[in-house]
């Protein structure tokens, strides 16, 4: 296999186990431990493994039953990109907005940086505003 393919199957091992599985302590076998994110900054998101394991954490507390889905993943010498989109009823607070009960399908964008299988560098973004209008927050 190559390295592009092994990069492929460690971002679709990512997204199976532990954000759709929630096998948080799995997450360095996909991930390593000073992964840097290049996000806007998240309050209080630890740095390396432990931030990677915060942020499904995060966002299944507000949706229990949620699932993200992979529309693209496309790899190119030691980058992948994937095009997802997440699916679920928002049943927990998000950002200071108590449950609403309204199901959400929310898309985005992740740039993944490998090195030797393990994700190394993230830069990501998500529709969340068309998230928070979906829910009734904002208007469409």
């Given at each position: 296999m190559s390295s592009v393919e092994t990069n492929k199957e460690t971002i679709r091992g990512l997204i199976q186990n532990v954000w759709n599985g929630g096998d948080l302590d799995g997450v360095s076998t996909y991930v390593a431990p000073d992964i840097v994110f290049h996000d806007a900054p998240t309050p209080n998101l630890p740095p390396g493994i432990e931030g990677v394991k915060h942020i499904p954490?995060?966002?299944?507390?507000?949706?229990?039953?949620?699932?993200?889905?992979?529309?693209?993943?496309?790899?190119?010498?030691?980058?992948v990109v994937q095009r997802f989109r997440m699916r679920g009823t928002?049943?927990?607070?998000?950002?200071?907005?108590?449950?609403?009960?309204?199901?959400?399908?929310?898309?985005?964008?992740?740039?993944?940086?490998?090195?030797?299988?393990?994700?190394?560098?993230?830069?990501?973004?998500?529709?969340?505003?068309?998230?928070?209008?979906?829910?009734?927050?904002?208007?469409?």
């Open positions: 954490a995060f966002w299944r507390s507000s949706f229990p039953d949620m699932e993200i889905t992979i529309d693209d993943l496309i790899g190119e010498g030691d980058m928002q049943n927990g607070e998000l950002m200071g907005v108590p449950p609403t009960g309204r199901f959400v399908e929310m898309e985005g964008i992740n740039f993944f940086r490998l090195k030797d299988g393990l994700l190394e560098e993230r830069w990501g973004i998500a529709d969340v505003l068309s998230a928070l209008q979906q829910m009734g927050v904002l208007p469409a």
